[in-house]
């Protein structure tokens, strides 16, 4: 290899990893930047104050990573990061965030974020977070983590055995799921018998419509009638 390719290589293996940082505090952006820059390799290539300016700025900078606070002026951190993604897939998006709720981690992950941390853990956890962002892996704060591990043992556990109902795909728990709402139950109350979260069954029911090419509930219902779930 001539030395000219080995400089041109070593170029490419010394280039900073380009951040742009996304908050209304200052003093919030002031220790992501302390301690993005304490690490070899990182730079804090520019600024956001306001949700508006993060998508502006992503368009001019094309950095290789947003850090996005979910609550800004503006424009949430959600919709920018949804404006991100259409104007500017090659940026990856981390969303740092005060609060968790099931409701809000769902929307990040749609809107195609690689990672999600809480405020309250970024000390501990997003120097971890960037590092598996920018290989092209994705992080999620522990309790989502741990909530998504649940929901997938769940599914498997459920979903595993073999279907129930003669002719169709569906397993045991999607017939108990169709049954209980074919009796005029409310997601709620069928999660109440079943002993799961409403998510859960929403989950399920959204599943079974797809699965089984149900275009309005009354599909639904009527196929638990002809399969002698509920009485006509």
């Known amino acids: 290899m001539s030395i000219a390719m080995k400089k041109a ?30 690490q070899p390799g990182f730079e804090v290539c520019c600024e956001a104050t306001t949700g508006v300016e993060a998508v502006e700025q992503v368009k001019k900078n094309k950095p290789d990573m947003v850090l996005l606070d979910l609550t800004m002026p503006d424009m949430n951190g959600l919709d920018a990061a949804r404006q991100i993604r ?33 405020k309250s853990d970024a000390n501990a956890e997003l120097l971890t977070a960037v590092n598996r962002v920018r290989r092209g892996e994705q992080y999620f704060t522990g309790v989502l983590a741990a909530s998504m ?20 795909p569906l397993t045991p728990r999607e017939a108990e799921i169709i049954q209980l709402l074919a009796q005029g139950k409310s ?12 998510r859960t069954v929403e989950s399920h029911r959204n599943h079974v419509m797809r699965k089984m090419e149900f275009e309005s509930f009354s599909d639904l219902v009527r196929f638990a009638v002809r399969k002698n779930l509920v009485e006509p």
Do not use: C, W
Not at 13 to 33: C, E, N, P, T
Not at 149 to 168: C, L, M, R, Y
Not at 187 to 198: D, E, H, I, R, Y
């Open 149 to 168: 591990a649940e929901t997938f043992a769940q599914a498997k556990n459920e979903d595993s055995d073999d279907p129930v109902i003669a002719g169709t």
């Open 86 to 118: 259409e104007t500017t897939p090659s940026t990856d998006i981390l969303i740092l965030s005060m609060h968790y709720t099931e409701e809000i981690a769902r929307e990040i992950l749609r809107t195609g974020a690689r990672g999600y941390v809480l």
């Open 9 to 38: 290589d070593a170029a490419v293996s010394q280039k900073a990893y380009r951040v742009l940082i996304a908050d209304d505090h200052a003093i919030v952006r002031s220790g992501l930047k302390q301690l993005l820059e304490a």
């Open 187 to 198: 997601n709620k109350q069928t999660a109440a018998v079943l002993g799961v979260s409403t």
